[in-house]
């Protein structure tokens, strides 16, 4: 069974950084995108990063492009976003996401990926 674990995430003030980690068990990845997305009460879930895990493609929404990086290492399972430059409006549940290939023009949809994390707590102060 797939499992996605979330950490790293925290209280923080504007312009800091945080690093959160996505633990992925149950099988192999190869074919599979990965993905991060984010939540604030009462809004939709929406986009934040993706990428391929065997040849390592990313994609960013424009929120976050040039301020966020993602990555994996396939030796230990993990998926990573790097959040520097951080403001208010980063304040979200992030949530990492898994499914095997999806093409590029749905990667931003959250209802194309079976298998998600809890999520871990972004809180980004003024």
């Known amino acids: 069974q797939v499992q996605l674990v979330e950490s790293g995430g925290g209280l923080v003030q504007a312009g800091d950084s945080l690093r959160l980690s996505c633990a992925a068990s149950?099988?192999?990845?190869?074919?599979?995108?990965m993905g991060w997305f984010r939540q604030s009460p009462g809004k939709e879930r929406t986009f934040v990063a993706a990428?391929?895990?065997?040849?390592?493609?990313?994609y960013y929404s424009d929120s976050v492009k040039g301020r966020f990086t993602i990555s994996r290492d396939i030796a230990e399972n993990a998926v990573y976003l790097q959040m520097n430059s951080l403001k208010p409006g980063d304040t979200a549940v992030y949530y990492c996401a898994a499914d095997s290939r999806i093409p590029r023009p749905t990667m931003t949809n959250w209802n194309q990926y079976d298998y998600w994390g809890q999520g871990t707590q972004v809180t980004v102060s003024s």
């Open positions: 149950g099988r192999p990845f190869s074919g599979y995108t």
């Open positions: 990428i391929r895990w065997s040849g390592g493609t990313t």
